[in-house]
């Protein structure tokens, strides 16, 4: 008789590794003193291209001083560029960022093996004598050069003048004017420069700020370009603008453009392509219509051909390449007329960002584009390239065992695979189908996901950068890399409050209220909402919206608006994109998150305790300081996280082990209102509690959430649903029960610190249950990424603490 998929599910879960990490073929190859890299193509073209990506250590292995060597299949040493991102507590490298170039198959794989010790090596071998070199803040490898330009904001050698150029909601054109150059990174492989400037009105006066990275790689004819918009103005709330532009003039004559989804190429005539939405472009100038355009063009001129290209052009929408007889247009916000996008609906999805013929953007916000320039042409394999680059995964048992992603297990490792499929399904199937089935694409959109109360972008609650990107570490595969990555810029540029002026100030405490206790400043970041930020339509439509919707079913409902709210903010993702990455605006993200979250709990005045919904609070705010502590461990979070857990403790039931306060609306109905909590806000604060003993190992932690999940599942646990209930209100729960994520890693972080045999059993029961109910695929329903995150959160640990067996494992009938 054929196994049930819940049979296998069971095999899966009692069967029990010897190895806490079980290692892989490829582990089992890697001496002690190397760590196994792969580099996949996902493009299936051949050729060599830079590779960049962080890679994690484990304490001790590469101390101070020492170098790293790269050496390919062949044991040849492979020339590589080093930073190291941050150090364990010993000084040794804990995730050091990497830059070389690798020429995997099509479609196919290359090796790579990271050694380390001794000193820096004279020796190594570089790239045939095209090192970058630098000079006067102007980077060169071979023929190409960059630097800031006479003429613009960058120039490309010989061949390119860059400007960047703003059109204001008044129709005045404020060119992007550099006011100070930097050269970040400066190797044998990579060299980056970084230019910081403003938009400049006709009169001179300033506008707005921006950024601009740019990358040459040695011996390679690419460079990479990231422009990056910062809505940093000195007065104002709401920013209009016309257009926002780069535009690429060739230094000799222009002979022809090839816009990629156009028909042919054109030579001096003025072409624009305008992706209009994520379903359609138009070519205007040739009368054409298209679907979703590549998103590269190709300039020719006395000196050859260039090549241009964008990550995720179409999904980016609205986004254009316009061509004339001076060179090339990329449109990051394009001219487009009133009523472009009046077909796009809901109004509350995507009309937030237009009004009339201008974009509107928030003060505080940000935005950037990923743009790449060959000089030696090929417009389709650079945007091939571009949308999909080449990084360096790890051996996912290495990284695992390197001790920086939690107590997980690689995929493949014995007893995974039921669930290794599941995972994957739930990704593929699940949520990126959701993402393409309801269209969550545009400008200011992109990465994030859509419908949350179906009414709000979800501004990625529950961290769905960290659930993909933990997956990318269980996998090492590429495209949990790509959407991780994609879903954590989202949030670092378009959620979180960068900067703050009075006027910005004022409009929170005039329309969402004055938090006495908690001063509007940068680093704070905003929930779910409409329009991911508030400020784009009144309180009023919001609240009439709102109550159409019957949300909070009440005619007062919470309309998510404001900036003050502890409960929906999240660090961990945005950590790890920043160690994949070395990316430093992520970094500077999560500092000022950091800094504004640690200044909250050290002012003492904003209360962490007292309340029904504290506990959340006190839990999320916790974690999202633990990401700040791991970037550098600076002692200050540490310390900000331990009068956290202080408030935590102190309100803990000496008899119960729980947390009791008098239920609010929503959360009890009844005429005498029980006393207790919601099952899943106690949850995230076990969670923190766990997360800051995993840091500290302050010993009053394992026995406080032991008692406090055993609370729990006294006052919530129904066994006949194998599920907790909503609230300690007997009326919220009926039907299969819950089994929320955060729940489920309370359950996975008290078993893992103290063994309790029972909470095991409880945990594998509601187990059993969630995944029996969700062996089917998904359905693309809204708001799936919510439900994605919510579901992985806790899986992960959970199905390592099953298939691991801790010592509580023993006392059970494993059946």
């Known amino acids: 008789m054929k196994p049930s998929r819940f049979a296998v599910w069971t095999i899966a879960w009692v069967c029990m590794s010897a190895a806490l990490l079980p290692e892989s073929p490829a582990t089992e190859n890697a001496p002690p003193g190397e760590l196994a890299l792969t580099v996949r193509d996902m493009t299936g073209l051949k050729g060599l291209r830079p590779v960049t990506g962080g890679v994690p250590l484990a304490t001790g292995a590469v101390p101070q001083g020492s170098s790293f060597v790269l050496t390919n299949e062949q044991g040849a040493r492979v020339p590589c560029q080093s930073d190291v991102l941050t150090r364990w507590k010993d000084g040794s490298a804990r995730w050091v960022l990497l830059d070389f170039q690798a020429a995997p198959p099509p479609d196919g794989e290359a090796r790579f093996k990271l050694g380390w010790g001794g000193h820096a090596d004279a020796s190594a071998p570089k790239l045939a004598g095209n090192a970058v070199d630098e000079a006067n803040g102007i980077l060169q490898t071979g023929p190409l050069r960059l630097g800031p330009a006479d003429d613009g904001v960058l120039s490309i050698g010989d061949r390119l003048d860059i400007r960047f150029t703003l059109l204001d909601g008044e129709g005045r054109r404020c060119r992007g004017v550099v006011e100070s150059s930097a050269v970040e990174a400066r ?147 394009p001219t487009v007329s009133a009523g472009a996008f009046a077909h796009m609906e809901p109004w509350y999805k995507h009309q937030y960002l237009f009004d009339g013929d201008c974009y509107q953007l928030r003060m505080g916000q940000s935005r950037r584009w990923q743009i790449w320039f060959d000089t030696q042409g090929d417009g389709d394999a650079l945007v091939r390239s571009a949308n999909a680059p080449l990084i360096p995964a790890a051996d996912s048992a290495q990284a695992i065992a390197a001790g920086v992603w939690g107590p997980i297990a690689a995929a493949g490792s014995p007893g995974m695979e039921a669930y ?69 810029r989202h949030t670092s540029e378009v959620d979180v409050i960068q900067f703050v002026n009075a006027d910005l100030t004022d409009f929170f405490h005039k329309t969402v209220g004055r938090d006495p206790h908690y001063p509007i400043r940068p680093g704070m970041v905003h929930e779910h909402c409409v329009g991911h930020v508030s400020g784009f339509y009144s309180v009023d439509r919001i609240r009439e919206l709102y109550v159409s919707l019957d949300i909070g079913k009440t005619p007062r409902p919470y309309l998510c608006l404001d900036p003050y709210n502890l409960g929906h903010i999240w660090t961990q993702g945005m950590v790890y994109n920043y160690f994949l990455t070395g990316d430093r605006w992520m970094k500077e993200t999560v500092e000022k998150i950091g800094a504004n979250l640690a200044q909250l709990v050290e002012d003492r005045k904003f209360s962490f305790k007292g309340g029904s919904h504290s506990g959340r609070v006190n839990g999320w705010t916790m974690l999202a300081v633990a990401g700040a502590y791991e970037l550098d461990f600076d002692d200050r979070y540490l310390q900000a996280m331990k009068l956290l857990a202080d408030d935590a403790l102190s309100e803990q039931d000496p008899e119960t082990g729980g947390w009791r306060y008098q239920l609010p609306w929503g959360h009890c109905y009844c005429e005498t209102k029980h006393w207790g909590e919601a099952a899943f806000i106690g949850a995230v604060r076990l969670n923190g509690l766990s997360k800051y003993y995993e840091l500290s190992g302050d010993p009053r932690i394992p026995e406080a959430v032991r008692r406090g999940v055993a609370h729990m599942n006294r006052d919530t646990w129904e066994e006949q649903h194998s599920g907790w209930r909503y609230t300690s209100c007997p009326q919220s729960g009926s039907g299969p029960g819950r089994q929320d994520g955060v729940i489920v890693m309370a359950l996975a972080n008290s078993v893992a610190m103290t063994d309790d045999a029972e909470q095991l059993r409880i945990l594998r029961k509601a187990w059993n249950a969630k995944f029996e109910r969700l062996l089917v695929a998904p359905s693309s329903r809204p708001g799936l990424g919510k439900t994605y995150s919510t579901i992985m959160y806790g899986c992960p640990e959970s199905i390592h603490l099953f298939v691991n067996g801790r010592k509580a494992e023993n006392s059970l009938d494993a059946k």
Request: contains cysteine; neutral net charge.
């Open 187 to 333: 190797g044998p492989v990579r060299g980056t420069i970084l230019l910081r400037g403003a938009f400049r009105a006709p009169d001179d006066s300033r506008v707005l700020g921006f950024r601009l990275r740019a990358s040459v790689f040695a011996g390679l004819s690419r460079v990479f370009v990231e422009p990056h918009l910062l809505v940093d103005a000195g007065s104002g709330v709401i920013h209009r603008l016309r257009e926002l532009s780069l535009e690429v003039v060739p230094r000799s004559p222009l002979k022809s453009v090839q816009l990629g989804g156009a028909a042919k190429k054109t030579s001096g005539a003025r072409v624009r392509l305008l992706q209009l939405d994520d379903e359609t472009c138009q070519i205007e100038g040739v009368d054409r219509t298209g679907s979703k355009a590549p998103g590269w063009a190709e300039l020719t001129d006395d000196a050859g051909t260039v090549a241009v290209a964008m990550r995720d052009f179409w999904q980016q929408w609205p986004k254009s390449l316009e061509s004339d007889a001076h060179g090339l247009k990329i449109g990051l916000f």
């Open 420 to 488: 290794d499929s599941w995972a994957e399904n739930l990704f593929v199937n699940g949520y990126l189908n959701s993402i393409q089935a309801q269209r969550d694409y545009g400008a200011m959109n992109w990465g994030d996901w859509w419908g949350e109360r179906g009414c709000n972008w979800g501004n990625h609650e529950y961290d769905t950068p960290k659930h993909v990107l933990v997956q990318f570490a269980r996998t090492g595969d590429p495209k949990y890399f790509y959407v991780g990555d994609t879903a954590a």
